[in-house]
């Protein structure tokens, strides 16, 4: 038995349609494990939500010809649900699109990164696929197709601001190879640290708000630019947790936070959201190592936001 508070999240998807078995399955299995780690005695806080933002919802919008935000609030509803015959047991659910936690922590996630350095904004020419909503290199693709969706990825050239994903690669792999950032199974970890030791490029993290329809978080300081929607909807495992609200970062569903670690102290070292306060050595700051923080307090702030199973 431990205080260790376990903190499980599923994937958000997107609502250009609606839920299929695939997206019971992955609720169900998360359900399990927030179940089993309650039952063991441990305080968990189960996490779910749905992506409002992703140009693909616009897009399925059009097609139904329907504006956009009635279709993703219909779409959204249909898998909030799920809740009642899937009998879940989520203590949260987060709709990026309307919940009032979401974008300005995302507005906090951006400033911080950009306060550090971490974008840069140029233009891009490459293949896009609508579907993935994402940038393909000509090898990644399946004689010249997407292997998602099958379809010729359009060649788009745009601004955009970059993040610098590349100047993390170091500090990724100590963290990988340590064990202080663990990835279970042994197969998949595996391939991610086959995936950051052939070396990480700097990736594309906003899209021309005119070519979102204005859809999306713009991004602070540049309202010609939305927010990603990858930055923006990840985002959701720490701004359903309180990131972007001052007066209560990181909240724990009503319980104050541990001693030793003020929740100023802890805001201020989120900039760094795969090390959490740990390492933090911005001056002045006052952060405690975690496992100080932890074993204060059984209020103790939640894990760092995981991958679902
Ligand atoms: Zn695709």
């Known amino acids: 038995m ?16 609606a839920p299929h078995l695939g997206h019971a399955l992955e609720l169900v299995q998360a359900d399990v494990l927030a179940r089993h780690r309650r039952r063991r005695g441990r305080p968990v806080r189960f996490l779910t939500g749905t992506d409002g933002n992703a140009l693909k919802n616009v897009v399925a919008a059009w097609a139904a010809g329907v504006p956009v935000q009635p279709f993703v609030d219909e779409n959204a509803a249909r898998f909030a649900a799920l809740r009642e015959p899937l009998v879940l ?13 979401h974008a300005p922590g995302v507005r906090r996630l951006w400033e911080r990164c950009a306060a550090r350095g971490d974008f840069h904004r140029r233009r891009y020419t490459g293949l896009y696929c609508a579907g993935c909503e994402l940038f393909y290199a000509p090898d990644e693709l399946d004689d010249g197709v997407c292997p998602e969706h099958g379809v010729q990825p359009e060649e788009v050239s745009e601004e955009n601001w970059f993040f610098r994903l590349s100047r993390y690669q170091d500090e990724l792999l100590r963290l990988l190879e340590s064990g202080t950032v663990r990835i279970e199974p042994a197969a998949k970890r595996a391939e991610v640290l086959a995936f950051v030791r052939a070396g990480l490029r700097d990736v594309s993290v906003s899209r021309p708000a005119a070519r979102a329809d204005g859809w999306g978080i713009p991004v602070p300081g540049d309202p010609s630019q939305v927010v990603y929607v990858w930055w923006d909807a990840l985002a959701n495992y720490v701004t359903a947790l309180g990131y972007g609200d001052d007066g209560a970062a990181y909240r724990t569903g009503g319980s104050s936070p541990p001693t030793g670690c003020t929740s100023s102290a802890r805001a201020s070292c989120a900039s760094t959201p795969s090390t959490g306060w740990r390492t933090c050595s911005r ?11 932890t074993t204060t307090s059984p209020s103790a702030a939640p894990r760092s936001p995981r991958a679902p199973g």
């Open 2 to 17: 431990t205080t260790d508070r376990y903190y499980v999240t599923t994937s958000i998807p997107y609502v250009n349609g």
């Open 89 to 101: 047991s989520v203590d949260d659910v987060i709709r990026t699109s309307t919940d009032p936690r």
């Open 283 to 293: 001056p002045g700051c006052r952060c405690r190592p975690r496992s100080s923080c």
